[in-house]
């Protein structure tokens, strides 16, 4: 998300198809600015990316009027999909600031949840899952960057281990209504043949799905 903006008369033609309360304009130029402070001068909200943007603002902001027009259901998680290097987990952590308190959630690597389970084991899914011991409830988080972690073997054992948890944090969503939230690069297919069918279909009941162009360009560059 830099080098070019998109804050431009595009802006406004697209604000006025969206009927909201909120101004998405100037919510996306705070975007823009909390990018800044967190990523540095660099960092823009370039028109391209403005559908998913938008999707995510409306979502997060619990705005229901436009929820319903980008067909999101609030009750549900976030599945943001892309390619590498558009902006996904950027997104996610500016999208922490500005969600309600009750929803705010926690942006955990995959890759470190595939660390931890070689020190610590199958407490690892119970403690993404289920949460800590004394624990009222389960914690809501963002699990980023699946498929970039490995399948990893504890005392020779092999797991699977955030099929392991997405599976679990379906079961609490169904019984609690605690969301979960995701990012990824791989396609429907490449999540089935990574963790399975059932973890696939669980998905869709689990999450929205928000999804950059195939063809957006890696913004690290």
């Known amino acids: 998300m830099n080098e070019q903006t998109g804050l431009n008369h595009s802006t406004h033609q697209q604000e006025k198809i969206i009927q909201s309360h909120y101004n998405y304009e100037e919510v996306c130029a705070w975007i823009e600015k909390k990018g800044h402070e967190l990523y540095g001068k660099r960092f823009r909200v370039i028109e391209n990316d403005l559908p998913v943007i938008y999707k995510l603002i409306a979502y997060f902001l619990k705005d229901e009027q436009a929820a319903f027009q980008h067909n999101l259901d609030l009750d549900k998680g976030i599945l943001l999909a892309g390619p590498v290097g558009c902006g996904k987990t950027s997104l996610l952590n500016i999208m922490k600031f500005l969600t309600p308190l009750e929803h705010k959630f926690s942006v955990k690597p995959c890759r470190d949840i595939s660390f931890e ?6 407490e690892v899914i119970h403690r993404y899952s289920k949460g800590k011991l004394y624990q009222s409830d389960p914690k809501i988080y963002c699990f980023d960057d699946l498929g970039s972690e490995n399948n990893l073997k504890y005392f020779g054992n092999e797991c699977n281990v955030l099929a392991e948890i997405i599976l679990s944090r379906y079961d609490i969503f169904i019984s609690k209504r605690i969301t979960t939230h995701i990012t990824t690069n791989l396609s429907a297919t490449e999540i089935e043949t990574h963790y399975g069918v059932r973890v ?18 890696d913004k690290r560059h």
């Open 117 to 122: 389970f070689i020190h610590d084991g199958y």
């Open 200 to 217: 696939r279909s669980r998905l869709r009941e689990l999450c929205n799905l928000i999804s950059y162009d195939n063809k957006t360009r």
